[in-house]
């Protein structure tokens, strides 16, 4: 991940075989509280987030891969 207080990257990837399913939390600074868009450079897709599920540690952001996929999600804050 880089963070930055007007904006960050985050990148997920699966380097398996298989298809890979988790809940990662994002400790960006200042998402807090806040909703955010999560634009993915490689699909075009936008995703609606609340900050503080980002945050969460049991919710975090739910990522769902194909064998060797990966997202390049640009947070707009």
Known sequence: RWDHPRGGMVVV????PKRARARIPLDLHGIAGRQ?????????ERYQR???ELLD???GLWVDLPPWGVHL???LR
């Open 13 to 16: 990837v699966n380097l398996g």
């Open 36 to 44: 955010l868009t999560l634009h993915c450079w490689v699909n075009g």
């Open 50 to 52: 609340d900050g503080d």
């Open 57 to 59: 540690a049991n919710r």
């Open 73 to 75: 999600l640009d947070v």
